[in-house]
């Protein structure tokens, strides 16, 4: 971590906001709705989006009529999402200290960021803002590896990652189910329901560079190296016919606060 809490690796999106918000995907229909169901969305209901980003997710949760405490510690991510999605409220602040009143929003979301911070620290927050017995989603876009443009990608990124914490790794979801010190004990929170779909982005070569470059790690490199980085991928897009998608599988993880 550096200081103030964010991941070193994770600062490079401060300068990486503008391609971030032009290149990340969003979410498919059927797991809007699904997500809908499960946190009771609506006017009334106040939800803190934590790692907001710039608000991929915060959108489609005003949207559905909440209110949204949109909580994002990375400068360059707060301006566009302040920016793109105007009716939220955007607070800068860190998971292992978010900037809310003790049991005072209906749902928790984080959508691609548990990963950052999957600490005792941040689930206890976590816990502490959320209503008795209200419910924390965690959203994953995953990459279809089964994919030949998806591998291809991932195998050119690899080499990079060092050790940049991963969303496939699972310790975001033992850090959620373990107990409140880390080492066993009562949970914070309990496993509930999950929901899985697979859906393709369309894109085009141009378009598959800007989603290599939204990657942290690719983002933290300095310019001539990224540049050349982007270069191999545009290269490597452009041996594939169009038109061209990049296929994910949505998945959603809720859970209900212990206690």
Do not use: C
Not at 35 to 57: E, F, H, M, N, S
Not at 117 to 133: D, I, K, Q, S
Request: aromatic content about 6%; cysteine-free.
């Amino acid at each position: 971590m550096s200081a103030g809490g964010v991941h070193r690796t994770a600062t490079a999106f401060s300068d990486a906001a503008t391609v971030y918000e032009q290149a990340r995907p969003g979410y498919p229909p059927e797991a809007l709705a699904w997500l809908d169901r499960q946190l009771a969305l609506g006017p009334g209901r106040r939800v803190l989006d934590l790692a907001a980003g710039t608000g991929k997710l915060t959108r489609e949760l005003l949207a559905r009529g909440a209110t949204v405490v949109a909580v994002e510690p990375v400068e360059g991510m707060r301006r566009t999402l302040a920016t793109t999605v105007p009716g939220a409220m955007v607070v800068a602040g860190v998971a292992q200290a978010i900037p809310l009143g003790t049991a005072t929003v209906d749902a928790v979301t984080v959508a691609q960021a548990l990963h950052w911070f999957a600490t005792p620290r941040a689930v206890g927050e976590m816990h502490r803002v959320l209503r008795p017995g209200s419910r924390l989603a965690v959203v994953w876009n995953r990459r279809d590896l089964s994919d030949p443009l998806q591998a291809e990608l991932q195998r050119l990124m690899a080499p990079l990652q060092g050790d940049t914490p991963s969303g496939t790794s699972g310790e975001w979801r033992r850090a959620l189910e373990e107990g409140a010190d880390g080492a066993g004990g009562s949970a914070r929170f309990l496993p509930e329901a999950r929901f899985e779909t697979p859906w393709r982005q369309p894109t085009d070569v141009e378009g598959v560079v800007l989603r290599v470059a939204s990657v942290s790690f690719v983002a933290a490199l300095a310019h001539a190296e990224r540049e050349r980085y982007l270069e191999q991928v545009r290269t490597e897009a452009r041996r594939y016919p169009p038109p061209l998608t990049l296929p994910y599988t949505t998945e959603i993880f809720t859970y209900r606060r212990a206690g």
